[in-house]
């Protein structure tokens, strides 16, 4: 374009300048004036023309650089895209980008350092209800893309409060299996259960139920694979198959070939009319733990470490149902969800490792639930309840019930939650919860929470 | 009980529909549209219905078993289904519908945009990146989309081309015909001006020459505050608007407390086929939009 202009403004030059010198008869001047006028204001006409069409195109592209992009390339087939898209160079294949921002201030009323669900192991650094006062939540980092034609990929990475990087989720995953088929590789939240394939900050309350705390601390990822399939049917139906090294609780990290821990699930779901939507799912999760050591205290109140290996076996429960009046959730909407854990172990119990060290056999049967609804009782603006309870179950420590024994008390919880959302991206949260989790102690906890998504628009699944 | 149990997973897991062709469109418009250049050729579910907002829709486990049996997808893209369709197309494992498969059709690429953003923030709200998606409210847009539409059903379905063909040049022709009967029809309401609820009617204003001199959402998807509408109402003396037009699927509160102070009526335009029980198609949709707007105008 610019060439084109510069030879426009040329030709004018050369063309006008030695012509004005020449004295010639004067209607054949005029005549060659004309002319002259004619080709100039043509000319000019044509500079013009192409000057505001250099400043469309100049906008045009300072409006691509600008987007993010989350636009499929399709959308730069439009003609006059073209030319923007490659001026947008090799930054117009970057992932999408987003980031999570959360932040909560606690105020519990007892010591969280010895908080415990009182005849349950303990599963892990990352369950309990968090530091007192101040904290600043999971920073989630999150990048997303096709990868080509028949990989897509994401990675969400975690940055804690404690300066720590986490690899949250790093995988890759088929989109170009036929029949229903998907494939899953890397680091992952399994398809176990409800609430387990959900990021935190998708959550309707600040923390894990209790069960998932108890039996998957807090959430349960695998390194590893997955193969899920989608039934063609028009009742949603999936199936599918987890396999990993089964490193997290209540697997241990052990030094073998082949899976440490296998998991199935399956989901089914429909509508109900326009307004009404369910889904209900039953999972299964094998894992096999070696020397997982905890910290508990004796008969004899004693501080002891203790190891179990063997067999960790759970079957979960979950199902989901939301109500939106003619499925517009905008206005009004609720949501009602529970789920059931019943874990079996069996194997070996290592009483007081440091010292006495005495093995014997040990078997448990445990369970735990949750229910919570949602309401969101106008644009905005929710409330929610939940409960939580688990059961001691029972636990057989062979002849180390000489040291260790459970009661029956049940650890359970009631939480209350309200929460505003100015905008999808924005999110401030109010929760009180009577936190029972410790025999004999009353934990009154207060939360106040913001959640924010910067970045790429993140879609959420059910 | 066994056989009541039988009964009950047969009825769940029904198979799809074996019609030739399973459309699944992304809202109503599309699948209208995919009704009248397929025929009987295609079974055709539209993910979302007209009194809800595109916007914001979950991820049904309903939608993702649709979405699993489609052989095309039909969506308006421009982001405007950002937040719910990546979730349906990766959760259905069904590859024939990923961005960039013959399987997965955009209607919004095949228009002019409106409103194309030069500066991206979302403290101006909800803004598109590509430009304002509620292209379907310009019929010479519908013209379009139905021009691309009906080479794309050839192209996935090859056998069933000379049908797509010969119904796309039937539609076009009737819709020409209704496209300059409204445009006749439309004539007074050039220059009328208007307030709007949320700005999902650019490309009508676009086609009829309608003036809008307010939106009653202070900014893209952002719920008007009373001061934010008394701020409106003081405007509104100084340039008064004739009507205020809202789509069937939004909260009419805030449309009502300013209709009855600006004393102009609210016009609840069906926004898409099924909107309200006259738009039953593309024709009827456009009838009533232009009778509504009519009639309040006058």
Redesign the interface.
């Known amino acids: 374009m610019f060439q084109r202009n510069t030879l426009a403004l040329a030709v004018l030059a050369l063309s006008a300048a030695p012509l004005n010198a020449i004295a010639a008869d004067s209607t054949e001047l005029q005549q060659i004036r004309q002319d002259i006028e004619q080709l100039r204001q043509s000319y000019e006409a044509r500079i013009r023309e192409l000057e505001t069409r250099l400043q469309q195109t100049d906008?045009k592209a300072?409006?691509a650089q600008?987007?993010?992009s989350?636009?499929?390339?399709?959308?730069a087939?439009?003609p006059a895209a073209n030319a923007t898209t490659q001026a947008a160079g090799g930054n117009a294949f970057n992932p999408e980008i987003s980031l999570v921002l959360s932040g909560t201030y606690a105020n519990l009323s007892k010591d969280p350092k010895n908080w415990q669900m009182s005849n349950f192991m303990p599963s892990g650094d990352e369950i309990g209800p968090g530091k007192r006062g101040f904290s600043l939540g999971e920073s989630e980092l999150g990048f997303r893309a096709?990868i080509d034609?028949h990989f897509?990929g994401q990675a969400t990475l975690a940055v804690s409060g404690e300066n720590e990087i986490g690899v949250e989720e790093a995988f890759v995953?088929t989109?170009?299996?036929?029949k229903?088929?998907?494939a899953k590789a890397g680091r992952f939240f399994s398809g176990i259960g409800y609430l387990n394939g959900q990021h935190a900050h998708t959550w309707d309350f600040v923390d894990a139920p209790l069960a998932y705390q108890a039996f998957l601390g807090g959430q349960y990822s695998q390194d590893g694979a997955q193969l899920?399939?989608?039934?063609?049917?028009?009742?949603?139906?999936?199936l599918g198959m987890d396999v990993g090294a089964g490193e997290r609780f209540p697997g241990t990290t052990r030094n073998k070939n082949g899976a440490g821990s296998t998991a199935l699930f399956a989901?089914?779901?429909?509508?109900i009319g326009?307004s009404q939507?369910?889904?209900v799912g039953t999972s299964w999760l094998r894992a096999a733990p070696r020397d997982r050591t905890y910290d508990a205290t004796d008969l004899a109140g004693n501080e002891v470490s203790n190891s179990f290996s063997g067999r960790s076996q759970l079957y979960i429960v979950d199902g989901v149902w939301?109500w939106a009046p003619?499925?517009?959730?905008?206005?009004i909407n609720l949501k009602l969800q529970g789920e059931y854990f019943r874990r079996r172990e069996t194997g070996e119990l290592a009483y007081d490792t440091a010292a006495q060290n005495l093995s014997d056999s040990y078997r448990s049967a445990q369970s735990g639930w949750y229910v919570q609804s949602v309401y969101q009782f106008m644009?905005?603006w929710r409330v929610g309840a939940r409960f939580d309870q688990l059961d001691s179950g029972t636990v057989d420590y062979a002849s180390n019930g000489d040291f260790l024994a459970n009661t029956n008390y049940k650890p359970k919880r009631s939480s209350l939650m309200l929460d505003w959302s100015p905008?999808?991206?924005s999110r401030i949260r109010l929760q009180y919860a009577k936190d029972q989790a410790r025999q004999g102690v009353k934990d009154d906890q207060i939360f106040v929470q913001y959640q924010m998504s910067?970045g790429a628009?993140?879609?959420?699944?059910? | 009980m066994k056989k009541h149990l039988i009964t009950l997973a047969l009825l769940?897991?029904?198979?799809?529909?074996h019609a030739a062709l399973n459309i699944v469109a992304c809202e109503p418009e599309w699948a209208a549209l995919a009704q009248e250049l397929a025929g009987n050729k295609a079974s055709i579910h539209s993910a979302?219905?007209a009194?809800?907002?595109v916007h914001?829709?979950?991820?049904?486990?309903?939608l993702?078993?649709?979405v699993?049996?489609a052989d095309l997808l039909i969506c308006t893209?421009?982001?405007l289904e950002?937040?719910?369709?990546?979730?349906l197309q990766?959760?259905?494992?069904?590859?024939k519908v990923?961005?960039?498969q013959p399987g997965?059709f955009?209607a919004?690429?095949q228009v002019r945009m409106l409103e194309?953003?030069?500066?991206?923030d979302?403290a101006d709200?909800?803004v598109h990146?590509?430009g304002n998606p509620h292209i379907q409210t310009d019929p010479r847009n519908i013209a379009r989309v139905a021009e691309a539409l009906a080479k794309r059903l050839a192209q996935i379905d090859p056998a069933n081309a000379a049908h797509y063909a010969a119904r796309q040049s039937d539609f076009a022709s009737r819709w020409q015909a209704a496209i300059s009967r409204w445009e006749k029809e439309a004539a007074p309401l050039r220059g009328v001006p208007i307030v709007v609820q949320h700005k999902a009617f650019p490309y009508l204003q676009d086609w009829l020459g309608l003036k809008e001199v307010a939106t009653l959402e202070p900014k893209p998807?952002?719920?008007p505050s009373s001061a934010y509408l008394a701020e409106l109402m003081a405007r509104l003396q100084q340039t008064p608007a004739k009507l205020i037009l809202r789509a069937a699927?939004n909260?009419g509160r805030s449309a009502d407390w300013l209709a009855e102070r600006a004393k102009i009526p609210v016009v609840i335009l069906p926004f898409t086929v099924g909107g309200n029980a006259r738009a039953k198609d593309l024709f009827s949709l456009f009838d009533d939009t232009l009778a509504q707007l009519l009639k309040a105008a006058r």
């Open positions: 906008v300072s409006a600008q987007a993010t989350n636009l499929p390339a399709q959308t087939s439009a096709n034609q897509y995953q989109t170009s299996l036929p229903g088929l998907q899920k399939w989608v039934a063609p049917t028009s009742t949603f139906l999936e989901h089914l779901g429909g509508d326009a939507s369910w889904q939301k003619n499925g517009n959730a905008e206005r644009p905005r905008s999808e991206f910067l628009h993140g879609a959420h699944s059910y | 769940l897991l029904s198979p799809f529909s979302t219905t009194l809800q907002d914001h829709i979950q991820a049904r486990p309903s993702i078993a649709a699993r049996n893209g421009a982001e950002v937040g719910w369709l990546p979730v990766r959760q259905s494992g069904n590859s990923q961005p960039g997965y955009e919004a690429t194309v953003p030069t500066r991206l979302r709200g909800d990146a590509a998807g952002v719920e699927y909260d």
